[in-house]
């Protein structure tokens, strides 16, 4: 036979091999976790081959579901309204410092004349 016909025969069988392998490896690396990430309701992440667990704005913002977003900020505040009504402090603010007994006593006598 033309050994150029035993050259070819060799490059397509390792080209094949090489095809072979790649496309187990895709199917290994990629598809099969990706069908079992799917299975579990998670989110599949083909670039760092992550299976992320999906996080509800609603178990961030407390918000129920169903309830629009305008309906919930005025339900806060009418509620942050009720807080400062029954004197609560704001949430970031810090309480003010209690006076101390000689301002206390100071405040109470007014200054004499003289």
Known sequence: ???TIDRLKIVFLALFAVGAVAIWGYQIF?????QKCDARAGWWDFKGRVCATPIYISSITGRPAGMSRKAWSEL?????VQREREGY?????AAA???EAADAASA???PAKK
């Open 76 to 80: 806060q505040a009418a509620r942050q």
């Open 108 to 110: 109470v006598t007014p």
């Open 89 to 93: 402090p704001a949430g970031g603010a």
């Open 1 to 3: 036979m033309n050994p």
């Open 97 to 99: 410092p209690a006076p």
């Open 30 to 34: 990629y598809v099969w976790p990706a």
